[in-house]
Every structure is written in C-alpha cells, then in structure tokens.
C-alpha cells in the first residue's frame, strides 16, 4: 500500500506541474521519475502468470520544485506513459484499447491517500491536499495499448508524488528480456523519465560475482577475491537449488569449472552466509573443477560467499581472462570473469580513486614567495610483484621523473618482504646514482621473494617533488629495467604560480636607451598567490636593461607594487599588498635596454623570475642577478628546494638546468649588428642512423639519442646533436616548454620549430617541412633535408645500404 501511495504522489506532483487550461503557469517546476517495486523474474515464472502478467511496479514522480507563476489557477499537466515491450493490462482475458490504470497521491504531503481508478477519459477527484489545493484527474485516454495520455489539474507541492500503477502483460519473456517505461511531459520538467525498467527476466535460479578481477602472470596462482553465489529470483538458496533427501539432511551441489590454460590450485577455504558462518560445503577438487555439496544452513542462505578459493595459469598467455562457469542441477548456468593473465611479473600503480594533487612549479617546498600550503606531495606509488619470486633482484631497475621535475624527499617509505635494512638511504644511493635525474636501484640491493613462499614483495613510497620554473602539466612516473615491462603512472600535477605573456621584437642596435616596442604582463595564477614582500625580477641574455620601467597593476585585483628600479641591469619590483578576490595582472612597459654595438645578430632570451621563490631569501643567494647559485644536497636536493640551510656537497648536475627562468625565447631579436657571425660552415656531418654518435669532420661526437627512421619512412636527426656537431654553441639551442618550441640561433638566422608541427621558421618565414617535427625519449627530432635547408645545408646524401646522411659543409 505504502509503494501505492507513493506512486499516486509522483502522479498528484506531475499534475500540479502543467498550468491550467492555457497552461497559465509560467514557474519553474521539476519532477523527478523513478521505478518502485520493480520485478525479477525466471521465464518459467512471467510465463506461468496470467498472460506473462507483471504486477506490483508503479512509477513515481517526485516534485523537486514548485515553483508557480503568481495567481496561476486550474492549474494542468499532461503526461504520457510509454511501454516498450509489454502492453497495459486490463481485467479480463483479453487487452482492449481501454484498459485499466490506477493513478493515486501518495506521501506525507497529502492529508488523505486516494487511490483512483479510472478506464477510457474517465476523471476522478482526488481529496484535498495539506495546502488546501484540489488535485483532479482530468482524463485518461490510451492512445494504443502500450500508451496513455493522463491530464491533472491542480497546484503540486514540493515533496508530493505522484504514481502511476505499471499492471502490465510483457510482450517477449525469453531470458533478458526487459519492460521499460517512459514518461514525458511537455508542461514540466521530468529529470530520469527514460526507458525505466520496471520488470525484467533473469537466468533461471543462479547469479554469482567477485569483489574484483585480479591479476595473474603465466604459471602464477591467485587468490580469487571473494565468490559470491545467490539466486537470481527467489530470497534463498533453497528456492533455486535441487536438492536431495529431506530435511533436515537436505542437500544440493553446486559445480564451479574454468576454462582452458587456468586449473584450480587446492587451497584452504572459508565460508560465509546470512543465516550461519559455519557453512562448510564438502569439496572434491578435479583440476579445473571444483564441487560443493551444500547442506541445510546453506540452503536456508541468502547467499554463500566462498573465499581462499586459488586459481593457477597453467597455459594460459597474456590476455587471456580466467571465467568460471557456475552449475547446479535445475538452473542455468551462470559466468564470471575472476582472473586476466598479465605479462608483467611486477605491477606498478597508484590509487586510482584518489584526486592527482596540484603542486606550483619553481618553489622549494616551504612555498616561500607563495601563500599555497601544499606539501609537494605526490600520489603514493606502489610497485607490487604478482607472485612470489616474481621480481628477478640480478637486474636494475629505475623511476624517471619528466625532465625539469626533481625529487626534494621520498617519504613513508616501506619494502615488504625485501630486506631492506635503511630504505631512506636506499632510495638516496638510487637517486645519486641516477645522475639526480631518475631513481636507479642497483642489482642484488634487495632480496628476492621464496617462489614456493607466500609472501610477496611490495614497495611503496610517496615522492616530494618540485619542478623547473618553466615546468607545468602532468608528472608521468615511468617504471623501467630489463627483467621489468616498462609502465607509467600519473602521481602529480604543476602548474606555475604566474605566466608571462611577451612579444618578439626584431630590433637595430642603438647603444643607449634603445627603447623596447611591446610590454611584459605578468599574470597571478590565482587570486592571492603572491606573498608580500615577494621580488619579481626581468632580465635579458647578454643585454642590459638600461633605465628604469613603468610597472602598472589591473585595477581589480587589488594588489599593489613598490621598489620599482633597475639594478645591474636587472628590473625589479615588489609586491606591496597581495590581491583579493581576482589575480592580479601586472604590466611592465617602458622598457629600454643597453646594447653593446659588437652584438651579435641573433635572438636574445627574456627571463622572468622571483628570486624569494627561487631561494635566494636563505642566504644562499644574496642578489637577484645570482638566481643561479649552487644547489647544495644533504641526502636529496634538501638545501635550496627544502628550505633548509644544511648543506653537504654541490649538485652539479642540477645546477646546470633546475632554474630555466626564461619566459620568452627571442624577445630581442637583433636583425644588424656590428659584426655577425658567418651563416656558412666548411664541416662534413655523418649521421648513422641507430648510432649513438655523430662524425663531425674528424671527430667522433658521441650523443644520447640516435637518429632513426619514423613511421613514414622519413629519416629523423637530432636537433641539438646535429646543430652542435655545425658548429652552432649549445647555448644557442633553446628550448621553450611551454610551447613546445626550439630555437637555434646560427650566425643571422633564426630557426624556430614547434613540435607536431610541418613547418620550420627562418627568420620568421615559413618554410613548408616534409615531416613533422617529432620528439623522442625527450629530444626534438626534425626531417634530415628540413633540418639542412633549415641551416642552409644544401648539399645532404643519404647511403641506404650504410643507413647514413651526410651533411656536406660548403668549400
């Protein structure tokens, strides 16, 4: 009765929904529809009812909002509900085109439940609601057999439902056939209205589930997690079961069998039900099958849940899946997939429901200059093998972080059944030996596991980490050694406390006072980021800024600067009040430089950077032209990126690449100078293809990444290498990260590329490439004749039978 009720006032809710005769109501009023009630049923069952009868699931509209227009008054509402796969039922033995429908107001919004009956356009009264409203159903009038059209007139309140009686006969009743409801209305809003479900045909009697699939290498044995067996209809496992003798010596089996390449391995298990816990079935093991014969307690069991249960891949190879059929006399037989072969032995992974934490690029972690508390945490990596003896100890193996991401700690720390005596010192040596680029664990540094044990070895940790100022985007931790299968997991996300948005310019030498057409904005990630008190600094590659600039803020932010001047070269300005509601926009205009007239032609970087944020507060660095003093390292980079002032030894290594401050690559480009470097080059430059090395003229250059052949049979050089190998000075290869741009700067050119792009710029025009630049394991790689015509090698051969080019300089 109570479901009823309920329907009727998902009904009365819908009603009040639709305006009266004109549809008068101009408010805003929304229902909610869902299914009460719905059926399960065995084919043998739906098909034994009278006409494969469905009763007992109604649909109800719940009133979300109520929203009226003012003075709104006979109040109205149409609603048409659609049957897919069934029929209306009406009394009798046959369907008409009448049948019957119960519409009803339910809930504790109405003084008094009414229950309706009405057939054909018949309309009824329902009593008066607590509101002291009328809610009258207006008509009823089925348009087919599976569609009925329904009119209420009357206000709704919020809260009221209004329910419809599903009674219907279902069309087809073969197992997974489904009978659907739809309610719409275009007079209200109705949220989940669609293909509802109200009835549906199951398997006959078993339906069986795991908590979760597991992994499982070639020739490992797995636990299963958790089987669990109940009847798909019915409330025990009585009603499903055949069973033998009486009670109370009743009994029935139950057959669990695998498919090929998976055999069961004999193993202690336990039981769980909801009538006992001791449920023990009696067991026969025969390879791949395994039987259960069930007594009384089980029976009389909602469900049984089998754990223990171990499943070994015998033959089976990476991707195949584990299924487990489910028999029992009487019913249908039932699957689940309960394992899937992996090729990895050790599996790397982080919780994948946990939120990737968002970190700010180029601060230590204190965040001194910034007002974010972030602990520079990222998500906690596990690396766990997937059977004992799994993980080979004979052979290294290495974390690499994205380049420009370093490691500042490693914390909670823990090697489960890896004897490991001092696993911080461990994961230092790693990083030591990895050059302070990646975590290299050495061979034999840790134990292996028994393989005939049952103890795995699992190692977690949870990296602190900070990044290059420049450095934003996801931090991709990559897993990779020779007896593991390379994987990746993301474990943070940086993103930078402020971006600089500057313009190129192409500029004449003009010594002094040589003014600077376009300004800098720098702008505040977000609102109230900057601390007070916090320098900015703008500098310039091999130029001076001269006089001082004009440095303005947006005027909505509220933030404000001080100490504008320019030192050594150097601009400068403080933040005098941090901003409030909005970010703050700074612009810097004005700006003029001191060029030496022997300059050469070229682009000249523009760095812009935060000396507080960059540690030059602890003493380390005393000026902010000194952004670039040594790293010193106690343990991991614990000085400058920890905050502390501890130091042991000089990270060199670090020192070379942590603070990339530049903000725009070319924001002087000098056209004329007054002497220039020669564009032209006498040098013969061989690439072997696969080669980690280069033969300039008559030296061998050994590089880190060789050239190769891509996809579209285009042969790739490495930029930097190849550009080196000319003669170019490696400072005049640049990188920019936040475009994905490279710039080399050779004699009066200018080449810039950008990655996926098929174009190559000299001096600013284009010129059409016939590959894409790509970039690999970190290097930008460009087409061999685009790189060429690119720095005016016009005369390049190809040795298909050596795999080699050759770059051949001019005489």
Known sequence: MKKFLSMVMAAAMVVSLVPGAAF???????????????????????????????????????????????????????????????????????????????????????????????????????????????????????????????VVEGKMQRGSVLAFDLTSIMDKTSKGK????????DDITIAGGSDLTYASVESKGLKASVKDTVDVAPDEVVEIKELKIEPAVGDTL??????????????GKIRLKLNSGFEFSKSKLSYAGSTANKLGPLVTWDDDEVTFEVGEKVLESEYLKISGLKVEATSAKAGATATLKIYAEGNDTVSVEVAKVVDSAVVLSVDKDADVPVIYSGVNVKNVGITNSSDHEALEV???????????????????????????????????????????????????????????????????????????????????????????????????????????VTVAKFVKPFTVVAKQN????????????????????????????????????????????????????????????????????????????KPAEVTVSGLTLFMDRNLPAGAYDLDVFSPVMLGAA????????????????????????LGKSTSKRVVADINDDFYSTTAKAGFVNIITAG???????????????????????????????????????????PLRAVAVALGINTNNVLWDQSTRTATVMYGSKIINMTYGQKV??????????????????????????????????????????????TLNGGK
């Open 506 to 581: 192409d500029m004449q030498i003009d010594y002094r006072n040589t003014k600077v057409p376009t300004d800098v904005v720098i702008k505040e990630a977000e609102a109230g980021l900057w601390d007070k008190n916090v320098t900015f600094a703008l500098s310039l590659d091999k130029i001076n800024f001269d006089t001082d600039a004009k440095v303005t803020v947006d005027d909505k932010s509220g933030l404000k600067v001080k100490d504008v001047k320019t030192t050594k070269g150097v601009v400068t300005f403080k933040v005098d009040s941090k901003s409030d509601d």
């Open 178 to 185: 489904q009978a659907k409801v739809t309610v719409e209305s």
């Open 675 to 717: 002497r220039e470097d020669t564009d032209s080059f006498t040098t013969k430059v061989v690439v072997p293809v696969g080669e980690k090395y280069i033969v300039s003229g008559e030296n061998k250059v050994e590089i880190d990444v060789p050239a190769y052949i891509n996809a579209n049979g285009y042969t790739m050089l």
């Open 24 to 150: 008068a109501a101009s408010g805003d009023v929304k229902a909610t529809a869902k299914v009460v009630g719905s059926k399960n049923y065995t084919q043998d069952e739906i098909e034994k009812t009278q006409k494969s009868r469905v009763t007992g699931p109604e649909v109800q509209l719940t009133y979300t909002t109520a929203d009226y227009a003012s003075g709104a008054k006979n109040v109205q509402a149409k609603y048409t509900l659609t049957l897919d796969n069934a029929d209306f039922y009406k009394s009798g033995t046959e369907i008409s085109s009448k049948p019957d429908l119960k519409i009803g107001l339910v809930g504790d919004k109405a003084d008094t439940v009414v229950v309706g009956e009405a057939t054909g356009e018949k309309s009824f009264k329902a009593d008066t609601l607590s509101n002291g409203e009328v809610i009258t159903v207006k008509s009823v009038k089925f348009t087919d057999t599976d569609e009925v059209e329904v």
């Open 238 to 251: 009585e009603a499903v079961l055949k069973t033998t003798d009486e009670k109370p010596n009743r009994k």
């Open 760 to 805: 190559v710029y000299v001096n600013g025009a284009m010129i059409p490439a016939t590959a894409a630049v790509e970039i690999t394991n970190d290097r930008m790689f460009l087409g061999l004749r685009d790189l060429g015509n690119a720095l005016g090698v016009t005369d390049i051969t190809w040795d298909q039978a050596t795999k080699t080019a």
């Open 382 to 488: 596990t690396l766990k093998e997937t059977f004992p003896g799994a993980w080979n100890n004979s052979k290294d193996f290495t974390f690499k972080l994205p380049q420009g991401v370093y490691i500042a700690d490693v914390r909670s720390i823990t090697a489960d059944n890896m004897n490991v005596k001092d696993k911080t010192e461990w994961f230092e040596t790693a990083y030591d030996k990895g050059d302070y680029e990646t975590l290299t664990f050495k061979k034999r540094t840790w134990d292996e596991t028994n393989p005939s044990g049952k103890d795995k070895a699992e190692l977690k940790f949870t990296l602190v980490l900070v990044a290059d100022p420049n450095f934003e985007g996801d931090v991709t931790l990559t897993l990779t050694g020779d007896a593991l299968k390379e994987q990746k």
């Open 618 to 641: 602890d003493g380390n660095r005393e000026t902010v032209t000194d952004q670039k003093a040594p790293i010193a390292d106690n343990g991991f980079l614990s000085q400058d990126i």
